[in-house]
């Protein structure tokens, strides 16, 4: 049975706690899982974009169970932030002892608790007091794009090719963002954003736009629009994520990220991933390895790099978290995979042709705040588990990269189980790990159907070629809506006339820099209502049939236009098609 639920939420915005229906089906057999291609049932065309998974079986392995109301979990978390607030649904199976498990996915899309026969595996979100609070939003289990072009101001100019020097024209800039409180770092979260200790904010998750239980499938899907993870900043995130996770059978978790960037700037590229970006707690699981390519379990230490990463390849696509070296001993695997598409993505890239990756692939490994281990907290064994960060990191880096107007996707899994069973799973899985770049086709692409104020329009319901997500957002105050490509449409902005040198790398970006302040936010993200064309499309085009109009003729409410650059007059079918989604007002 499909749940499709269209909701919102993120922090301050409405919370929707979804009605699941919890009928199962009967009574599952349980045997061993072969791995074998099969596609999965179509799902309701807004999360319709993931593609079909190889890892299926001809009977179901275990019993899937989905748990929407929600009750504190056993696990035990940093004592200021509170689970109600990020919790959407549970997950839970039930088979074997030793690979039953329940996962909570959070508002923001992430994964923030996975309990298994190790208990809670996910780090409890622990900060030293006096600092930014990180309540689910960065130990947890995500995706994470960094654009690195403009990842801080560079401190250097070079001048007119002479020996880079200290400019002070760059200095007196980070001056003036430190006084606003603004960030200069340009990374997403596929989760929330860091609360700083003097803010009025409790939680700010990652708007969630679309949301929906498949059963038939044993599925969650999502999808958010990221948030650069400060709340004062100097940047926009371009970025829609699409998640879904998927209960396989046997202990094996399969999770399928789509990301899609929307920015209107051509040089916003996103090109230092992590997918994912997650770890274990020390408490839990305080063994880590990583698989060499014969087979054996390498520990970080005289294996990974002085920074704690390698080449993909060089590892056989797995890692291991266990509480003891016994066979029987709980564990957990991620299976990352070792960069398949590789060579024929970077024929493609020497071809001119259309690629996401550019180069090999990375995992890095590391306890964080590890010194302290040795110190402070060397009785890491018997102390409260939510006293300390207790956080062993793996992070994947995929070296795709992310262009304007781009969607592509990733594929991984985690496994619970017996250490000995979990690592021939693992092994097994290897080679479904899979990545790239999707595409799609305008001319076969559902469309929603919208009707408001007494006017029907359509838009796609994928993120065609030349079209921007269309968002419906609310004015918290007025209760005024609104159906527009930009986000911050009613996020409290100001001018900042950066003026850097000249001669500096990054001027042209920052010149008509705006600081974004979410925690001055007045905006009620409710929904993705589609994607609509930015310009009319051209008569020779089979999309072209029908009515085309902008949108602000349809409707009184509408914004033509305003100096606002990011909110655009967009185009919208008027005629029906086939495939009719009504997706007038979900609340």
Known sequence: MLLALVVACCGVADSVSAQLDET???????????????????????????????????????????????????????????????????????????????????????????????????????????????????????????????????????????????????????????????????????????????????????????????????????LNWGLVPQIRSVHRSPLLYYTQIRDVGDGVIEMTWVVHNFSQREDVVFDHLNAPWGGTRISSLPLRYVSSPEGALLEREGFLSEYGTVNVRETAGWNLSCQSDADDSPSLALVYGRDKHLERELERKANGEAYCQFTHSLYRDWRANEPLYKTTWKDWATRPENSFRNYDVCEIIPKLRIVPGSTIWFRSYLVVGEKAATMKRAESLVDHVDYGLLNFNASECPMTTVTREGATFQLFAKPVSGALPVFEIEQAETGQRIFTPDPYYFVESESLDLNLPSRHPQRDYFADARGYFLDRNHSKWKRLVGYAMVKRPAADLLIAKGNWERLSTLLDSQPTSSDNEYHRDVWVRTEHTESKVETGSNE
């Open 24 to 222: 199962l089906p009967g009574p599952p057999q349980l045997r061993n899982r072969q791995w074998t291609t099969q596609s999965l049932r179509s799902v309701e065309p807004k999360l319709d974009v993931f593609p079909a998974s190889t890892v299926v079986t001809e009977s179901v392995s275990g019993e899937t169970r989905f748990e929407s109301k929600y009750s504190p979990s056993p696990s035990v978390w940093d004592d200021r932030i509170d689970e109600a607030a990020v919790f959407q649904v549970e997950m839970q199976h039930q088979q074997t002892p030793s690979d039953s498990f329940q996962l909570r996915m959070g508002k923001g899309g992430q994964i923030y608790s996975l309990r298994g026969p190790f208990g809670e595996s996910v780090p409890p979100s622990w900060r030293s007091p006096g600092g930014k609070l990180s309540p689910w939003n960065d130990e947890v289990w995500q995706f994470v794009a960094v654009c690195t072009q403009y990842n801080g101001i560079q401190t250097q100019a070079s001048n007119r090719g002479q020996p880079e020097q200290r400019s002070t024209e760059v200095e007196a800039v980070q001056n003036r963002l430190k006084e606003l409180g603004l960030s200069d770092t340009f990374f997403v979260h596929n989760s929330g954003a860091y609360i700083p200790d003097s803010s009025e904010l409790k939680s700010l998750y990652c708007p969630l736009l679309a949301y929906e239980v498949d059963e038939d499938a044993r599925a969650i899907r999502m």
